[in-house]
């Protein structure tokens, strides 16, 4: 079945503590980002990447870092969380940019940062 | 900067209804628009992608149009059912940049 996956779907942590949210698409996608949804200010973009070894910061980049090394994989880490990084955070791909193609949507990952 | 708004925030009507979602962004300058739906706890799903050079996408009961130098678009949802409950969100994608803006979304109940 094609689909994006995230692990781990629930998690809660405290301040300071280095986490790692994994994202995972069996499309052969180029394309991957990292949103996160707030009450009353919808999604955001973090970062997103065009292709392996290619990444770029989104609206709101701050305290979040991201890798590319394998096209299927685009792990979201949070070096150093702070309570507001306490969001719902979604993994999508698609085939190429945007542009033209319709991005597809994991499950998401509810974090809470006490 | 690119601003997407949606109107209502949230809508309550009765099985079998036809209604209308309305999404409006301040830039007309898009390559596409994109309709999802997201069911509580669950991620986003692709509904429609209409392109600039669209005026409208159908799947089923869902109708997207857009009017670009408006900037406006609606989502016609025929003979509403209590599975379409769920919050309906649309995003632009504007020119010279790789990244989606999406509205705060409508949440639609319909009741039996």
């Known amino acids: 079945e094609a689909q994006v996956t995230q692990n781990p779907r629930y998690l809660i942590t405290v301040t300071g503590k280095k986490l790692t949210v994994t994202c995972s698409q069996n499309?052969?996608?180029?394309?991957m980002s990292w949103y996160r949804q707030d009450p009353g200010l919808g999604l955001r973009q973090i970062y997103y990447s065009m292709n392996v070894e290619v990444t770029d910061k989104g609206d709101v980049p701050e305290g979040y870092k991201v890798s590319r090394k394998e096209k299927r994989n685009f792990p979201l880490i949070l070096e150093s969380p702070s309570p507001n990084q306490t969001s719902l955070y979604f993994c999508a791909s698609s085939l190429r940019p945007p542009l033209y193609n319709e991005q597809f949507f994991g499950p998401g990952t509810r974090l809470t940062v006490l | 900067k690119q601003e997407v708004t949606q109107i209502p925030a949230a809508l309550s009507v009765p099985e079998g209804e036809n209604l209308v979602l309305n999404c409006s962004f301040t830039d007309s300058a898009i390559y596409n628009l994109q309709w999802f739906r997201q069911d509580p706890g669950k991620g986003l799903t692709s509904l429609l992608l209409i392109q600039s050079s669209q005026r409208e996408q159908t799947s089923g009961r869902l109708n997207a149009s857009l009017d670009k130098s408006s900037g406006r678009s609606t989502l016609y949802i025929a003979a509403s059912q209590p599975g379409d409950s769920a919050t309906y969100l649309c995003?632009?994608?504007?020119?010279?940049?790789?990244?989606?803006?999406f509205g705060t979304g409508t949440r639609l109940q319909v009741f039996p």
């Open positions: 995003a632009v994608l504007s020119y010279n940049t790789d990244k989606l803006i």
């Open positions: 499309m052969n996608h180029e394309y």
